[in-house]
T-cell receptor
Framework: DAKTTQPTSMDCAEGRAANLPCNHSTISGNEYVYWYRQIHSQGPQYIIHGLKNNETNEMASLIITEDRKSSTLILPHATLRDTAVYYCIVRVGNSGGSNYKLTFGKGTLLTVNP | EAQVTQNPRYLITVTGKKLTVTCSQNMNHEYMSWYRQDPGLGLRQIYYSMNVEVTDKGDVPEGYKVSRKEKRNFPLILESPSPNQTSLYFC?????????????FGPGTRLTVL
């Protein structure tokens, strides 16, 4: 799996958009970008994924640059409940990979302030 | 509601006393997995299962056993727990192969071994 780089922490005001960046400059053509988050001590939660087109679902939007070397997860109207560690993962789509496991890096701690 | 459930959520036990942590999913997922999460070490995979009666070791299988007799259940067994197994445990499931990387995680089991 390609390596990802994320800022250690970010702050966001409640009600504003939270934009979380991720660099994945070694991404391969068949690798997808996945985002998960983990609210303190809860199970990780899948958010969204994409290959090269921008994606949107009820939780967030994912913007992937044209060269696919970086992406941004956007939470359009952040709430206090969005305070969590956000993980960007690059994986070959629909494939187990090594040991069929998900490997999370350190992620970005997003703190949404009132 | 689609979900992964784990029981118990919290457990304090003593060294050597056999215990089982149950995991159940209601999404008819083929793939299930157990992870442990420790401060500074991230999520580490213990065991995984690609389908009924098919299980394999993850990265840290020592001291654990699993079984997959039914598609929905994937219990984690600690035959003789030791203090170094004190951790936060997560069960996960996904549909394989079509949406393998979109894993659903349980709420976690916090285990303390004295």
């Amino acid at each position: 799996d390609a390596k990802t780089t994320q800022p250690t922490s970010m702050d966001c005001a409640e009600g504003r958009a939270a934009n979380l960046p991720c660099n994945h400059s070694t991404i391969s053509g068949n690798e997808y970008v996945y985002w998960y988050r983990q609210i303190h001590s809860q199970g990780p939660q899948y958010i969204i994924h994409g290959l090269k087109n921008n994606e949107t679902n009820e939780m967030a939007s994912l913007i992937i640059t044209e060269d696919r070397k970086s992406s941004t997860l956007i939470l359009p109207h952040a709430t206090l409940r969005d305070t969590a560690v956000y993980y960007c993962i690059v994986r070959v789509g629909n494939s187990g990979g090594s040991n069929y496991k998900l490997t999370f890096g350190k992620g970005t701690l997003l703190t949404v302030n009132p | 509601e689609a979900q992964v459930t784990q029981n118990p959520r919290y457990l304090i036990t003593v060294t050597g006393k056999k215990l089982t942590v149950t995991c159940s999913q209601n999404m008819n997922h083929e793939y299930m997995s157990w992870y442990r999460q420790d401060p500074g070490l991230g999520l580490r995979q213990i065991y995984y299962s690609m389908n009924v009666e098919v299980t394999d070791k993850g990265d840290v299988p020592e001291g654990y056993k699993v079984s997959r007799k039914e598609k929905r259940n994937f219990p984690l067994i600690l035959e003789s727990p030791s203090p170094n197994q004190t951790s936060l445990y997560f069960c996960a499931s996904s549909s394989y192969p079509y949406s393998y990387n979109e894993q659903f995680f349980g709420p976690g089991t916090r285990l303390t071994v004295l």
